[in-house]
């Protein structure tokens, strides 16, 4: 009788030496006449353990990471197939506290099933959400959404309901669902993670929406740099087809609904949806005005529902479970669960999936375990590159959408960037002007114009004879930008740089009086 190993097949284990380990263990099993066998799951998010061996024994599948392919025959030697000690070992698997503490939803299948197996995926609780849809009527679907308090999981964090309803009540001979997985920010990977380890949760998300507003044709954006993500879509797609959750005929409910995978431009503006919807038209990725709305003129000039991954990776548990029992988690009105994204100098890096309200501090230090160089941690970039930089005296506001607001940072798609002592806040600030000056899509002046003029200005703060002129010239410049940008690109350039500017003056040569200065 073999036993049954585990080892993720997720692009972060597999640049970690994954699929090494993989050849590793069928060798030393051969030498030993010992029958194993290994099923590539998903990951659960754990980097720092990368690549992770579960072993399934009678206590539960134990953990031994991370491992390196020379770590392969001490393994064997150790017993590890009966979950014997190790110097890699971490115990039962669920037991590890980075797990344990969590309170996944959306990411409750992660590292548990095979990606691409349909009867995984229906074992764990696959696609009773579209089924329960189907026995729906549409109106209703879109009521739960709206009941759940459920928001884009990005930048803005509307609430997706009302854009499902805006769509439903349109009249229209055509109407698009799109998936926005041009997942650009840096420290995050929580889209990635979805579209290889359970892609048909984004699946059936997507086909809710499809079903509840009257949209016959969905499209997935996704990232060019994700190839592996792009293959495992492809392959799911057609997988869900086959079986009937996608098509012509939906779980027999006589509704259609067809998906298309569109590899995304390699530009970073084309994360906002309407330069998205140009690309996809195979037109130059180009921010349109608004109004009018995409949710009535969006792909193809017809109404389209657009959100991101793990908006739309929401929806089914909340078809499964419940509107009030998606709202039950969180704060205020940030409902449900954000899986948060640890990531830059800290000591374990990976994925967090815990209800919103919980603080910052308890991220780095419970989770993350303080910074990997063992340096105090300086500041926390928190919602990407265009997110601010947020100091220690900031540490413990709660992580919901309206708390940051109010401190002028955004939560966005929940990556966190960590940077120790070491770091110059001044030149990270110019970094966020000269990257939105590298990719603006050129259409408004205060994002391609003043991008430009912002970077030249931060290097003159650390040369001017008259710091005080340029540090009000900048915040003038981030006024103009934050107001005046026809989209997100130019109006949060200025998060990462008034963060910087107020939180860490001495970075830029300035007193604390200069910095303030009116």
Not at 56 to 71: C, L, N
Not at 125 to 140: E, I, Y
Not at 325 to 348: C, E, H, M
């Amino acid at each position: 009788m073999s036993v049954t190993l585990f080892v993720p097949c997720d692009s972060a284990a597999l640049a970690a030496g994954a699929d090494e380990v993989v050849d590793a263990l069928h060798k030393e099993a051969t030498a030993r006449g010992v029958a194993i066998d290994v099923q590539r799951n998903s990951s659960r998010g754990m980097f720092w353990l990368e690549p992770l061996v579960e072993v399934v024994t009678a206590q539960g599948r134990v953990s031994y990471g991370p491992v390196a392919f020379e770590d392969v025959p001490s393994l064997f030697a150790a017993d590890f197939l009966n979950g014997g000690q190790h110097a890699l070992s971490l115990g039962v698997t669920d037991q590890i506290p980075y797990l344990a503490k969590q309170q996944r939803l959306t990411f409750a299948r992660m590292g548990i099933t095979r990606p691409l197996s349909l009867d995984d995926y229906a074992a764990h609780g696959g696609w009773l959400g579209l089924k329960n849809t189907v026995a729906m009527d549409g109106a209703a679907v879109v009521q739960e959404v709206l009941d759940s308090g459920l928001r884009g999981r990005g930048g803005a964090a509307f609430p997706a309901g009302i854009k499902w309803r805006t769509v439903r009540a349109t009249t229209a001979a055509q109407k698009y669902v799109v998936c926005n997985a041009d997942e650009g920010d840096s420290g995050t990977f929580s889209d990635r993670m979805t579209m290889e380890g359970d892609p048909y949760m984004l699946i059936e998300g997507m086909a809710i929406a499809g079903l509840a507003v009257g949209a016959t044709k969905g499209y997935i954006y996704i990232r060019s740099e994700y190839p592996h993500a792009i293959a495992t879509m492809n392959t799911a797609i057609a997988m869900a087809e086959s079986a009937g959750y996608l098509g012509a005929n939906v779980l027999g409910s006589g509704k259609a609904f067809h998906m298309i995978v569109r590899k995304a431009a390699g530009s970073y503006v084309c994360g906002e949806e309407t330069a998205m919807l140009e690309s996809i038209e195979g037109k130059r990725g180009v921010v349109r005005a608004k109004p009018p709305l995409p949710a009535l003129e969006g792909l193809f000039g017809q109404p389209t529902v657009i959100n991101n991954v793990i908006t739309l990776a929401s929806v089914p548990i909340i078809m499964v479970k419940g509107a009030a029992f998606y709202k039950d988690f969180g704060v205020g009105r940030s409902t449900g669960t954000l899986p948060f994204q640890i990531a830059g100098n800290i000591l374990q890096g990976g994925l967090v999936e815990r209800a919103f309200g919980l603080s910052l501090r308890e991220l780095l230090f419970d989770f993350g375990g303080g910074s990997r160089s063992g340096k105090p941690i300086k500041a926390v970039q928190v919602g990407g590159p265009l997110g601010a930089y947020v100091p220690e005296s900031q540490w413990d506001v709660p992580l919901d959408y309206e708390a940051y607001a109010v401190m002028g940072a955004v939560v966005g798609h929940g990556g966190i960037v960590v940077h120790d002592d070491s770091a110059n806040m001044a030149k990270l600030a110019r970094y966020a002007m000269e990257f939105c000056a590298i990719e603006s899509c050129g259409k408004c002046t205060p994002c391609r114009i003043g991008s430009t003029r912002g970077v030249e200005t931060i290097d003159r703060i650390g040369t001017s004879n008259n710091k005080e002129q340029q540090v009000h010239l900048l915040r003038d410049l981030c006024n103009t930008m934050l107001h005046g940008s026809l989209c997100a690109m130019g109006g949060m350039t200025p998060y990462p740089v008034l963060s910087a500017l107020n939180h860490y003056p001495a970075d830029f040569g300035l007193e604390t009086k200069e910095a303030q200065v009116l």
